[in-house]
């Protein structure tokens, strides 16, 4: 057991459910069946997470509770980006000329069923001190690595110590102008963000966060809180939602929760289209779905809530995003491009 002098969100996190012998105790499931299930794909759920589903079923319970059509799926593939493939060294993706994406942690304060990485989040081989100190000395070595990407897992629930060490050695190489940390902490344990590692972080600039939130009910005064320390902290907030069927494929949802977000001070960066990762099958929508929630959005609420819809394209092509038609003629002489109320207006071409 954990002391009770830990912070917070170590307790917290030591109290996660972690089996379904345990989640039986909160919702009716076929626990052998979610056994089968969890011995593939671990299973975590804190208790602030679960105090948040409303009932079984409900787009926060989908998002952590497994689901036998995970082992079932007979689409997609374990490693959809082929991140495996464009990693020269373990834990480190090389795919753009100025940034990469690298792991650093191999937890997360809970295990979502969508995740595109869930081939190797939990287990404590996905990421080890050896690949940490490899992928420093990658980013060392290559210079025209400008802007380095942390995630996992999740950096965050990595200690403030290690968490510091890796921050200081990347600040130490002058080619690295940007450090980015994706975490979905903010909203599956807000807990962790206490002062303490605010400050640390704010010695790191420039810093950004990409964050996860998928529907407006993870918005609760303990993320809101979280977010501030982190925006008063000068720590520009991202969040990168994904688009899930049955949590948040509907205008009304999305609506709400990109509204939500900007007023905790986070500016919606991406919508996903759901990779195409084995075991997620059930969550995903068609790409029309995603193209109708951005005409949605776009004129009727304000464009700095509106994020990119894209698609991270399968086998490693990198993201794309994708936009509706607003260009529905041309001539020479002009094109005529749609309003957001769906009226046409003619944009003359000069010949400049
Ligand atoms: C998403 C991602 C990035 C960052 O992409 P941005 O569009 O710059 O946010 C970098 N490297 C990899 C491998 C990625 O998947
Ligand atoms: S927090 Fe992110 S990395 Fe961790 S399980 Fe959820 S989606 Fe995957």
């Not at 759901?274 to 969550?283: E, N, P, Q, R, V």
């Given at each position: 057991m954990i002391s009770q002098t830990a912070p917070l969100w170590k307790q917290i996190l030591s109290q996660s459910i972690t089996t379904p012998k345990s989640l039986s105790a909160f919702f009716e499931i076929d626990e052998p069946a979610l056994q089968k299930v969890t011995a593939r794909y671990p299973i975590r759920i804190n208790p602030y997470y679960l105090g948040l589903i409303k009932k079984k079923d409900d787009p926060l319970y989908k998002q952590c509770i497994p689901d036998i059509r995970e082992i079932k799926d007979k689409n997609g593939v374990d490693d959809p980006l082929n991140e495996e493939g464009l990693s020269p060294v373990s834990g480190l993706t090389h795919k753009y000329p100025d940034r990469v994406l690298f792991l650093i942690s191999s937890r997360c304060a809970m295990y979502c069923r969508f995740c595109n990485r869930k081939r190797k989040v939990g287990r404590s081989s996905m990421v080890t001190e050896k690949s940490v100190k490899e992928g420093l000395s990658y980013i060392r070595s290559h210079k025209k690595i400008r802007d380095v990407l942390l995630s996992g897992g999740d950096p965050l629930l990595l200690e403030n110590q290690s968490l510091h060490s890796v921050l200081a050695e990347l600040r130490a190489m002058r080619h690295v102008e940007i450090i980015r940390i994706g975490t979905r902490v903010p909203c599956t344990l807000p807990q962790r963000i206490t002062h303490h590692l605010v400050n640390m972080l704010k010695k790191f600039h420039p810093l950004y966060i990409h964050t996860h939130f998928n529907h407006p009910d993870e918005i609760t005064p303990e993320a809101a809180l979280a977010c501030e320390r982190l925006a008063d902290a000068g720590i520009p907030m991202g969040c990168q939602i994904v688009l899930l069927k049955g949590v948040n494929d509907n205008l009304a949802t999305m609506k709400n929760l990109v509204q939500k977000l900007l007023r905790i001070r986070v500016r919606p960066y991406y919508l996903f289209q759901?990779?195409?990762?084995?075991?997620?099958?059930?969550?995903w929508t068609p790409i029309s779905k995603g193209l109708e929630i951005i005409s949605g959005l776009q004129g009727h609420t304000s464009g700095l809530c509106i994020p990119h819809f894209a698609i991270d394209l399968p086998g490693g092509g990198g993201k794309v995003p994708l936009l509706p038609k607003f260009i529905v003629g041309a001539n020479k002489k002009s094109l005529v491009i749609k309003n957001y109320l769906g009226q046409e207006y003619r944009y003359p071409l000069y010949d400049i």
């Open positions: 759901a990779d195409l990762t084995k075991g997620t099958s059930h969550f």
